[in-house]
């Protein structure tokens, strides 16, 4: 990755991301963007590409002198788009539905440059198998990652919700580091 053209922002305020980010050890600030999640796409695919440059934009209108980095995660099973619950009933609800099933974990992300002149964009997508758990079991965890897409946290060690992930493990957690690094080096240039 070459030298960026600006100060790295990272458009959010998910501790899951910072952490990740730092594994890059590129340096950055955390501005988190405000804007809708609201939206009537349907493609999961299109869906996370689209907020994650909603985001990025946002910021990078504020602050065009720096490279914004702009993420967003769900979760598809069964056809249906989860994001995050909106209170434990839907957690409940949630977890029933990814119980014992694979589903996909899609992330986009998105880099803006220049005030968002230059926008690069990338979605990774992963499968998560779930475990069965029992009926106490679901209820007991019902409720625990209400900030999680899928309402669960892969990288939690006490989190026993996750048998096993085909594909980056960190696009699960919430931002695809291999993107990062491609998108970063394609703004750079």
């Known amino acids: 990755m070459g030298r960026l053209p600006g100060p790295l922002i990272l458009a959010s305020a998910s501790p899951q991301r910072r952490k990740l980010l730092k594994k890059l050890r590129v340096p950055f600030t955390i501005v988190p963007s405000r804007v809708s999640e609201a939206s009537r ?9 689209l907020l994650a440059k909603r985001k990025a934009l946002e910021v990078a209108r ?3 002198e720096a490279v914004v980095l702009g993420s967003d995660t769900l979760v598809v099973c069964r056809g249906e788009i989860l994001g995050k619950p909106k ?12 119980n014992g099933s694979w589903q996909r974990v899609y992330t986009g992300v998105c880099v803006a440059v220049g005030g968002g002149k230059r926008t690069y964009s990338d979605v990774a997508v992963s499968k998560v198998k779930s475990r069965k758990l029992t009926d106490e079991e679901l209820l007991r965890f019902a409720g625990k990652h209400m900030d999680k897409a899928g ?3 892969v990288q939690d060690k006490e989190d026993p919700f ?3 992930v085909v594909g980056d493990f960190d696009n699960v957690i919430g931002l695809p580091l291999r993107s990062v690094r491609k998108l970063l080096k ?4």
Do not use: C, Q, T, W
Not at 41 to 49: D, Q, S, T
Not at 186 to 189: E, L, T, V
């Open 41 to 49: 796409e349907k493609n999961p695919r299109r869906l996370v590409a």
């Open 87 to 98: 209170d434990r009933e839907d957690s409940e609800r949630i977890l029933r539905l990814l």
């Open 151 to 153: 309402s669960y946290a």
């Open 186 to 189: 394609r703004a750079s240039r």
């Open 62 to 64: 504020k602050r065009p």
């Open 162 to 164: 996750v048998e096993k």
